[in-house]
């Protein structure tokens, strides 16, 4: 099984602050992943990263920017939140060739 | 438009009985197919997977079955266990595990499972 950890698990935050989603995985996977989703609904794929330096927007449209400097690390920052961007939010990766991502545990955001 | 359909949105069955859970997809071009499993505040987990030259796969007390004819899948468990409650997402993709990769998902089935 592939590692991969996200931080914070839970956050709350008023409207306005600017937040950043912690994302690293310890596989050496070259592709990323950020999927929004809530509940009784799909995931939705906000953003993706296919190795360093490479950024691609998702199917969903997305106020969240994210980087990749590193191989192992996707951070996904939100500059303004707003009660709209309440949600939780799943990082995945995956190594090329392979069709099955593994998933981080997940941050829970609440914007008040 | 939804191209993976999960058209249950709850499935309540009792222990020890068979869980069937279905998928519909409508992209004919999607060619691999994958079940995760997700609890409450949780990722999702994989469970298994099947490709599109095969009709069935199978992991113990999990089995997919795939129906490319009708587009349609199936994931049965048995027997099912109290444990096995989550919600089932299915998953599909196209054009293998090439730069182009996406998954699309289903908007899930959540199944209890009652002791």
């Known amino acids: 099984e592939a590692d991969i950890y996200q931080t914070p698990r839970y956050l709350v935050i008023g409207t306005g602050k600017k937040i950043t989603l912690e994302c690293s995985q310890t596989?050496?996977?070259?592709?990323m992943y950020w999927y929004q989703q809530d509940p009784g609904m799909e995931l939705h794929l906000i953003h993706y990263?296919?190795?360093?330096?490479?950024?691609e927007k998702g199917d969903l449209s997305s106020e969240s920017t994210v980087s990749r400097i590193r191989t192992e690390h996707f951070p996904l920052t939100l500059e303004s939140a707003r009660p709209s961007h309440t949600s939780q939010y799943l990082c995945?990766?995956?190594?090329?060739?392979?069709?099955?991502?593994?998933f981080g545990s997940g941050t829970q955001l609440s914007v008040l | 438009d939804q191209q993976v359909k999960q058209n249950s949105p709850s499935l309540s069955v009792q222990e020890g009985r068979i869980s069937i859970l279905n998928c519909d997809y409508t992209?004919?071009?999607?060619?691999?197919f994958l079940w995760y499993k997700k609890y409450p505040a949780e990722g999702p987990t994989f469970l298994i997977s099947i490709s599109s030259i095969k009709d069935k796969n199978e992991d113990g007390r999990f089995t997919v079955f795939l129906n490319k004819s009708a587009k349609h899948l199936s994931l049965h468990i048995v027997p099912s266990q109290p444990g096995d409650s989550a919600v089932y997402f299915c998953a599909a993709s196209a054009q293998g595990g090439g730069s182009n990769y996406k998954l699309t998902f289903g908007k899930g089935t959540l199944l209890t499972v009652n002791p």
């Open positions: 596989m050496g996977h070259d592709k």
């Open positions: 990263s296919y190795g360093v330096n490479s950024t």
């Open positions: 995945a990766s995956r190594s090329q060739g392979v069709e099955k991502l593994f």
């Open positions: 992209n004919s071009m999607f060619d691999y």
